[in-house]
């Protein structure tokens, strides 16, 4: 998969590009929601003879247009959404980034810079997706701002347990510390990435930018450090901090490299591994 960052300063008809079918979106965490709207664009892009290409955008439009101040959680860096485009068979990843003169763009200033010189002959996005300014593009509109040079595909929305899929109900289940109803959702656990930092008894894990950090609370999960994966335990405290709770961890570094996948909290999380993590944080500081 090809990945194409377009920072608005190149003119788009010089980004190397093919006559593509694109999904349009932001898809954060790439649940089955998106994942449907991938693979239907695809399927259209293999019928028509031509590349399959995700178009999206970093960072979220609410960090540029949204009035509240409020920070947006993330729940995936963009170089790890790239890496689920590509498992889906995606051939091009457009990542537009998002700026306030970008954000004053008109609908069809939107189509006629970006989707027509990046030679999109047919858009698939969700039921809810909109562009230009103010949201007031949307797919209905898209053929004629185009020319009629691009037909359209809405996807319908995905449910499950009566819910419809979307990122933001997926961010609030980890608000609460659900993390065992999330694979329903994206279709996997919930996995992360950081580094485990090891001292005397203290192993706190520090994420990387752009993941969501669960509720404070005892955790099942499991971690691999690049030789497979093995259970264990964190503990998540009231102020974002993460302490492996077990089993024991030998390394010959300090820190090292890890990848987390959220099994579930433990029920009656407040626990005697909730006391031992308060231990720990009143040990070290």
């Known amino acids: 998969m090809k990945i194409i960052i377009i920072d608005h300063k190149n003119d788009q008809h010089l980004v190397a590009s093919c006559p593509s079918v694109a999904a349009l979106g932001f898809f954060d965490g790439v649940h089955l929601g998106h994942q449907k709207v991938i693979q239907t664009t695809k399927k259209l892009a293999e ?28 729940l995936l860096p963009p170089a790890e959404k790239a890496k689920k485009f590509s498992r889906l068979g995606v051939d091009y990843f457009y990542l537009i980034r998002f700026t306030p003169e970008f954000a004053r763009l008109e609908p069809k200033e939107f189509v006629q810079k970006y989707l027509i010189p990046l030679q999109i002959k047919h858009a698939v996005a969700g039921y809810d997706f909109s562009y230009g300014r103010k949201g007031k593009g949307d797919l209905a509109m898209m053929e004629e701002d185009s020319g009629y040079s691009i037909t359209v595909t809405k996807v319908e929305h995905v449910k499950r347990n009566d819910e419809k899929i979307s990122s933001t109900l997926i961010r609030n289940k980890i608000r609460l510390g659900l993390m065992e109803e999330l694979p329903d959702y994206l279709g996997e656990f919930y996995e992360t990435k950081g580094k485990m930092i090891c001292t005397d008894g203290k192993d706190e894990l520090l994420l990387d930018r752009y993941y969501m950090i669960p509720s404070k609370g005892c955790y099942d999960v499991a971690i691999d450090r690049g030789k497979g994966w093995c259970n264990g335990r964190v503990l998540v405290t009231e102020q974002k901090k993460i302490y492996w709770l077990g089993p024991p961890i030998s390394s010959v570094s300090g820190i090292f490299r890890v990848k987390v996948k959220w099994i579930s909290r433990k029920a009656n999380s407040i626990s005697k591994e909730e006391k031992q993590g308060k231990n720990l944080v009143s040990a070290k500081g």
Request: charged content about 25%; glycine content about 10%; proline content about 7%.
């Open 47 to 74: 019928k028509m003879g031509l590349k399959t290409a995700v178009i999206s955008f970093f960072p979220h439009p609410k960090e540029i247009i949204g009035k509240t101040g409020e920070r947006v959680h993330y």
